[in-house]
């Protein structure tokens, strides 16, 4: 049987050695990648890890990302899909293997002593198993990938367990915004509510959203004033200034019109 009847991988090339120029790219799998020779420096989105022989690196690929070299590197690299792996995810008493991925996002890991012996043995056999075409090579491949994949999991599970309680703390963080939005609320007693520190707090919070408390708490207050003229056609602009929050009207308008591109008076007279 040929490879395209097997969804298994994306991409499977091991052992390559190379040296490139500079080039980022981005795509919807997962990667790994693996070094097992040189050094260089491996930019993912806004951070740059140094990479070490023994250095494994995971991604969701969504970032843009490649390799910053100074000399030629000996890597391994996996892509896959997450459709490709939910059938390994419903075999009995099963563990959730793309929890790494979704929730690290992208992560890099210096290995040493067994576990480098490990994940290299688990590559041999990989690269063993994906060069032959019959269903034999393919089940023993797809065994393969399995450990693969549970060693990253393994080895992950510490990091894995912080994340996701950065993640609840992210979502309590929003419960409470929903909450309190048209209140005068302090980012310390936003960042109290989660039991985290105020500067912890705004970092993660711009981290995990991709904008600040303030212009979420912003953005949010805009769409409920545009809800407010929608729905109820008798309230003044004054008013629905501070029923969303905002203590003073220009501030209102200000932020309105920046974010709308036009007046609240402007929006009210549309609708």
């Not at 590559?123 to 994906?130: E, G, P």
């Amino acid at each position: 049987m040929k490879r395209t009847l097997f969804n298994l991988m994306h991409t499977f090339v091991f052992q390559t050695k190379s040296y490139s120029k500079p080039s980022f790219h981005s795509h919807p799998e997962y990667e790994m990648l693996y070094f097992h020779t040189g050094t260089c420096k491996y930019l993912i989105g806004d951070e740059c890890f140094e990479i070490t022989p023994g250095s494994l690196v995971i991604m969701d690929g969504m970032s843009r990302h490649g390799p910053i070299m100074s000399e030629p590197c000996m890597r391994t690299v996996l892509r896959f899909d997450s459709m490709e792996v939910l059938p390994l995810m419903r075999l009995p008493d099963s563990i959730d293997l793309l929890r790494p991925f979704r929730l690290l996002r992208h992560y890099h890991w210096r290995l040493e002593g067994p576990q480098k012996a490990e994940i290299e043995s688990i590559l041999v056999r990989m690269n063993h198993h994906y060069s032959r075409t019959d269903a034999m090579h393919f089940n023993r491949l797809r065994a393969a990938f399995l450990d693969l994949l549970l060693f990253v999991y393994e080895c992950s599970e510490q990091q894995v367990e912080h994340a996701g309680l950065e993640q609840n703390s992210v979502h309590n963080a929003l419960v409470y915004i929903e909450q309190h939005y048209m209140d005068d609320f302090s980012l310390d007693e936003l960042a109290a509510s989660v039991n985290f520190s105020r500067c912890y707090m705004s970092r993660l919070f711009k981290e995990r959203t991709g904008m600040t408390v303030f212009d979420y708490v912003n953005k949010r207050r805009i769409n409920e004033a545009k809800l407010l003229f929608l729905i109820d056609r008798a309230c003044s602009v004054t008013e629905v200034c501070f029923r969303v929050g905002y203590k003073h009207l220009t501030h209102f308008s200000r932020t309105f019109k920046r974010m709308v591109g036009m007046t609240p008076e402007q929006f009210r007279k549309l609708v």
